[in-house]
């Protein structure tokens, strides 16, 4: 069959951002031209931005068979590319995206000299690397080909791509400095109209706002956000634009903007509703972070689940399960969530660390607890920023409020922790971090009410709700302070709590339904002045109460 190139509507309608009138003009020209590697590879990239998974993968098969067909081992190769990264995002596992890009590499190997194909593959080894398999060291491998073939060939757009790579793997690895100068340079060339390809654009500014978001620098993050929204609206990159919103969405979350991070994760998810792609995944834990601090912990729960391995849901469905009053599956499943996360990834590390202490000091693990703490602290002095210098100081305040600690040092520490969660503007931080000092100046009563008077204007700033009402509770209500605060059957309770019990086994245990369970655990919680069931168990232990 005489193949004829795809018709003149069709390059330019991709290349203008017109997916659905591309992607009829690519189907078009192929119902007459059948297996055409170009015409198929051009249907891929539409269905593509169409968030078409199916199709798209369809597609890119078709184009890399065309290419075997007629030899053309660099297109074929190009097509093994694709195939290996949307493999990966539209939901066919590491394994299968794994397969495609040796495959690619293979082919290339087959080639006499090097061409751009080679320095695409590597972008692509990077970003698998960095987002899907959690290999710091090959990405970083991998980026550094992609800018090497970038100048030998001199291809400008490829070195952009690349040194964005290694941006930000320098990032996570808590390089922030250095990182971020990459970043901002890609970045600025992308804006610029450097980058050709809208995709690569796109992305480009969307590994900033990443980098930003782990970093905890808000303020920055928020600034790229509008910037890469408008560049998406403008282009229609509405994959690239939910996938921003996302990003955008976890900011506002942790700057204590509730609402906002609701309404946008919410929307985000219904317009991902049936899509394949693994950013869904984000936007899924991220408001399973949002129901678990709005205390609709069975909510958190499900969406954990559907998550799956991910370590940022693992960690969330061990909050959970501290909540619910189990700290010996919260202990285990943060210690599965560390176990997935490189040495060398600072950043991911650090955001679990302080969780894992949390779990830890619960359980009564407490060498593993100061053993984390330590760990935390190395990764805060590698990486300096305010957030996880307030991270450090809350895990050795948790360290030191165990029932062999040091009540002034805790003491200390939650104050130090108030004031870096504040430089870093993470509102809802340090409102808890105050409340947690307020439970512990026993003999200061003013002093106390001062701190929840802090934290309760603090939270008025911002978009918290359920934090501020139990803030406000905590100001309104007299705590108990000895064993008669509780009744005979609440310290039953209590003490089965501290034993790692769940609801439903101190339920069978005490011949009781589960729903009186819950009512006896909130009476607790309200006659000692705490909001979780892990603050009301040390309190107890503080106090004798067990």
Same mark, same amino acid.
């Given at each position: 069959?005489?193949?004829?190139?795809?018709?003149?509507?069709?390059?330019?309608?991709?290349?203008?951002?017109?997916?659905?009138?591309?992607?009829?003009?690519?189907?078009?020209?192929?119902?007459?031209? $059948?297996?055409?590697?170009?015409?198929?590879? $051009?249907?891929?990239?539409?269905?593509?931005?169409?968030?078409?998974?199916?199709?798209?993968?369809?597609?890119?098969?078709?184009?890399?068979?065309?290419?075997?067909?007629?030899?053309?081992?660099?297109?074929?190769?190009?097509?093994?590319?694709? =195939? $290996?990264?949307?493999?990966?995002?539209?939901?066919?596992?590491?394994?299968?995206? =794994?397969?495609?890009?040796?495959?690619?590499?293979?082919?290339?190997?087959?080639?006499?000299?090097?061409?751009?194909?080679?320095?695409?593959?590597?972008?692509?080894?990077?970003?698998?690397?960095?987002?899907?398999?959690?290999?710091?060291?090959?990405?970083?491998?991998?980026?550094?080909?992609?800018?090497?073939?970038?100048?030998? =060939?001199?291809?400008?757009?490829?070195? /952009?791509?690349?040194?964005?790579? =290694?941006?930000?793997?320098?990032?996570?690895?808590?390089?922030?400095?250095?990182?971020?100068?990459?970043?901002?340079?890609?970045?600025?060339?992308?804006?610029?109209?450097?980058?050709?390809?809208?995709?690569?654009?796109?992305?480009?500014?969307?590994?900033?706002?990443?980098?930003?978001?782990?970093?905890?620098?808000?303020?920055?993050?928020?600034?790229?956000?509008?910037?890469?929204?408008?560049?998406?609206?403008?282009?229609?990159?509405?994959?690239?634009?939910?996938?921003?919103? /996302?990003?955008?969405?976890?900011?506002?979350?942790?700057?204590?903007?509730?609402?906002?991070?609701?309404?946008?994760?919410?929307?985000?998810?219904?317009?991902?509703?049936?899509?394949?792609?693994?950013?869904?995944?984000?936007?899924?834990?991220?408001?399973?972070?949002?129901?678990?601090?709005?205390?609709?912990?069975?909510?958190?729960?499900?969406?954990?689940?559907?998550?799956?391995?991910?370590?940022?849901?693992?960690?969330?469905?061990?909050?959970?399960?501290?909540?619910?009053?189990?700290?010996?599956?919260?202990?285990?499943?943060?210690?599965?969530?560390?176990?997935?996360?490189?040495?060398?990834?600072?950043?991911?590390?650090?955001?679990?660390?302080?969780?894992?202490?949390?779990?830890?000091?619960?359980?009564?693990?407490?060498?593993?607890?100061?053993?984390?703490?330590?760990?935390?602290?190395?990764?805060?002095?590698?990486?300096?920023?305010?957030?996880?210098?307030?991270?450090?100081?809350?895990?050795?305040?948790?360290?030191?409020? $165990?029932?062999?600690?040091?009540?002034?040092?805790?003491?200390? !520490?939650?104050?130090?922790?108030?004031?870096?969660?504040?430089?870093?503007?993470?509102?809802?931080?340090?409102?808890?971090?105050?409340?947690?000092?307020?439970?512990?100046?026993?003999?200061?009563?003013?002093?106390?009410?001062?701190?929840?008077?802090?934290?309760?204007?603090?939270?008025?700033?911002?978009?918290?709700?359920?934090?501020?009402?139990?803030?406000?509770?905590?100001?309104?209500?007299?705590?108990?302070?000895?064993?008669?605060?509780?009744?005979?059957?609440?310290?039953?309770?209590?003490?089965?709590?501290?034993?790692? !019990?769940?609801?439903?086994?101190?339920?069978?245990?005490?011949?009781?339904?589960?729903?009186?369970?819950?009512?006896?655990?909130?009476? /607790?919680?309200?006659?000692?002045?705490?909001?979780?069931?892990?603050?009301?168990?040390?309190?107890?232990?503080?106090?004798?109460?067990?």
């Amino acid at each position: 069959m005489t193949r004829s190139a795809p018709g003149p509507g069709a390059p330019e309608a991709l290349a203008a951002g017109r997916w659905a009138e591309a992607r009829e003009a690519f189907a078009a020209h192929l119902a007459g031209a $059948g297996e055409d590697a170009a015409g198929w590879d $051009g249907l891929a990239t539409a269905e593509w931005w169409l968030d078409d998974g199916a199709a798209c993968l369809t597609a890119r098969e078709r184009a890399y068979r065309a290419a075997r067909a007629t030899g053309d081992l660099r297109r074929a190769a190009a097509a093994a590319t694709s =195939l $290996g990264y949307d493999a990966a995002l539209f939901g066919q596992g590491s394994a299968v995206a =794994l397969g495609w890009l040796g495959r690619a590499r293979a082919l290339l190997a087959e080639l006499p000299e090097l061409g751009p194909e080679h320095g695409w593959l590597a972008v692509r080894e990077a970003e698998l690397a960095l987002q899907v398999t959690h290999r710091p060291d090959l990405a970083r491998r991998a980026a550094r080909e992609a800018v090497d073939v970038a100048r030998a =060939l001199d291809l400008e757009d490829l070195e /952009i791509v690349g040194e964005a790579l =290694l941006g930000l793997d320098e990032v996570l690895r808590g390089g922030l400095g250095s990182g971020m100068e990459r970043l901002d340079a890609a970045v600025a060339a992308a804006l610029a109209g450097e980058l050709p390809d809208l995709m690569w654009a796109g992305k480009v500014c969307c590994w900033l706002v990443v980098a930003c978001r782990e970093a905890q620098d808000l303020p920055r993050a928020l600034e790229w956000c509008e910037r890469v929204d408008v560049l998406c609206r403008e282009h229609d990159l509405a994959p690239l634009l939910t996938a921003c919103r /996302i990003q955008y969405a976890s900011v506002r979350l942790a700057s204590g903007h509730w609402l906002e991070a609701e309404r946008e994760l919410v929307a985000a998810l219904e317009r991902m509703h049936g899509s394949r792609r693994s950013t869904r995944t984000d936007a899924v834990v991220q408001l399973g972070h949002l129901r678990r601090r709005q205390g609709r912990l069975a909510e958190a729960d499900d969406l954990y689940g559907q998550a799956g391995y991910a370590p940022a849901a693992l960690v969330g469905k061990a909050l959970v399960r501290l909540e619910q009053g189990d700290p010996r599956s919260a202990w285990r499943l943060v210690s599965e969530a560390l176990e997935d996360v490189p040495a060398d990834d600072r950043l991911a590390r650090g955001a679990l660390l302080l969780p894992v202490v949390r779990c830890a000091v619960a359980a009564g693990a407490h060498d593993e607890a100061r053993s984390a703490t330590h760990d935390l602290a190395v990764v805060a002095d590698e990486v300096g920023t305010d957030a996880l210098q307030g991270s450090v100081a809350a895990a050795r305040a948790l360290v030191a409020d $165990g029932p062999d600690g040091d009540p002034d040092a805790a003491r200390r !520490h939650w104050r130090a922790a108030a004031r870096s969660f504040h430089r870093a503007g993470l509102p809802v931080d340090e409102a808890e971090a105050r409340l947690a000092l307020a439970r512990l100046l026993d003999e200061e009563p003013v002093a106390a009410r001062a701190e929840v008077s802090s934290a309760v204007s603090t939270l008025e700033e911002v978009e918290a709700p359920e934090c501020l009402a139990a803030a406000r509770h905590l100001l309104s209500e007299p705590r108990g302070r000895d064993p008669s605060a509780l009744t005979p059957r609440e310290l039953q309770v209590l003490r089965l709590v501290a034993e790692g !019990h769940s609801t439903g086994q101190i339920a069978r245990h005490l011949v009781l339904s589960e729903h009186t369970v819950h009512r006896h655990v909130a009476n /607790i919680l309200t006659r000692l002045g705490e909001p979780t069931r892990a603050a009301a168990v040390a309190h107890a232990a503080r106090d004798g109460l067990l």
